[in-house]
């Protein structure tokens, strides 16, 4: 390099030891930087490992209920006992124009009313 391109700036002994800092603490900043974004990094990595586990427990369980709906035998529940209960949830429903939460109660009420039927019967 030529003596002709260089410049030179001078700067007060507090001036240059104010830049010394700034420098530095901008150094110590980088290196905080680079140490989150190594942990982040490895967290991330966690991150997929985990997922990549929780997938294929996943998968392994669904195979594992086909098996049990293959293997086990097919439950037959009377068509009054499949639509009775229905039937008397819908006219408590068309009765009273209440709420949902109200209409389960309701319900609620109703199968307990009618168990104690069953059994005084």
Do not use: C, V, W
């Amino acid at each position: 390099m030529s003596d002709e391109n260089l410049i030179h700036i001078k700067l007060e002994f507090e001036e240059a030891l104010q830049s010394k800092r700034d420098i530095l603490s901008s150094e110590i900043n980088l290196l905080k930087l680079e140490k989150i974004i190594k942990r982040y990094h490895r967290l991330r990595k966690e991150e997929l490992k985990s997922k990549l586990n929780l997938s294929k427990r996943m998968r392994e369980i669904k195979i594992d209920i086909r098996k049990l709906e293959q293997t086990l035998p097919e439950i037959k529940i009377p068509k009054i006992l499949e639509t009775r209960g229905y039937e008397e949830k819908d006219r408590i429903i068309e009765k009273s124009g209440k709420t949902e939460h109200d209409d389960d109660i309701e319900y609620q009420l109703l199968e307990i009313q009618r168990k104690l039927n069953s059994l005084q019967e």
